[in-house]
């Protein structure tokens, strides 16, 4: 009897560990086998003013000097999709960028939500109206950014996840745009200091929507720092008459410089 139940407990402890090699093997399987890379988002991702854009592109102006381009030709994956476009409000992306999402995603980057909360108009009313006129315009696009973004963020997060479960998830977040306390030709230093808080604001918002669904916020304000417009090394576009689209952009070397590394290390 002493020895039937040795081998009884022998078989299940066997199994047992059988069982866990398997489903550990299965796991590490299905890990492996995620590694598309997917990049979703506004223009900071599909690289409006950094040029050398994709031609089949069209109007959603992707340039092959944009972060995730960059980082897809260093890392070769075994899948890239690049449909990041000028433009993209949350429900653009929801509606036309996520075909590529699967369960072989192993890596998605997205920015979006400036869009959402009326960046353009935004900077437009402070480029030609007064500082007060300016102020209220921001102050609108912040009551936005608390209201109405979050549920739609939200909404664009959970579609990703639902699409590519195995994925690991980086938002990209948006420089500040100025440097305070010196002397620069444009816009005043209320409007400036204005703008700044102002990204620093849907920033946060992002972030913690983006930690709600446990993706990783990637933080570009750091390697922007000293490279803002006003700086004299700026990785921004001012005001270009000449092509107004690259207003406010990252520059060719805004986005190896600045949003590159912050990627590269999030991913």
């Not at 040029?51 to 089949?56: Q, V």
């Not at 340039?63 to 949350?90: D, E, Q, V």
Request: hydrophobic share 35%; proline share 3%.
């Amino acid at each position: 009897m002493r020895r039937s139940r040795l081998v009884v407990f022998l078989t299940s402890t066997l199994l047992a560990v059988v069982a866990a090699l398997t489903g550990a093997t299965a796991a590490q399987a299905s890990e492996s086998a995620a590694t598309g890379y997917v990049a979703l988002g506004d223009s900071y991702s599909s690289g409006v003013g950094a040029g050398s854009y994709i031609s089949s592109s069209g109007d959603c102006k992707r340039s092959t000097n944009a972060y995730p381009y960059l980082w897809a030709a260093a890392n070769s994956p075994s899948s890239f999709n690049f449909t990041a476009c000028s433009g993209a409000r949350t429900d653009e992306v929801l509606a036309g960028q996520l075909t590529p999402l699967n369960t072989g995603t192993g890596l998605v980057s997205i920015s979006v939500g400036g869009n959402d909360a009326g960046f353009a108009d935004v900077m437009t009313t402070c480029v030609l109206s007064s500082d007060s006129t300016c102020v209220s315009r921001i102050n609108t696009a912040r009551a936005y950014i608390d209201s109405t973004l979050p549920g739609k963020l939200n909404n664009v997060y959970t579609a990703i996840r639902n699409r590519a479960p195995s994925a690991h998830v980086v938002v990209l977040g948006y420089p500040r745009f100025y440097k305070l306390g010196t002397t620069c030709l444009g816009l005043s230093e209320t409007k400036r200091s204005a703008i700044n808080q102002a990204s620093d604001h849907l920033n946060s918002v992002i972030s913690q929507r983006a930690a709600a669904h446990g993706f990783t916020f990637g933080d570009v304000r750091t390697t922007f720092t000293g490279h803002e417009l006003c700086s004299g090394s700026a990785w921004l576009h001012s005001v270009d008459w000449f092509n107004i689209g690259n207003s406010y952009h990252p520059t060719a070397n805004g986005q190896s410089g600045g949003y590159l590394p912050v990627f590269r290390n999030a991913a």
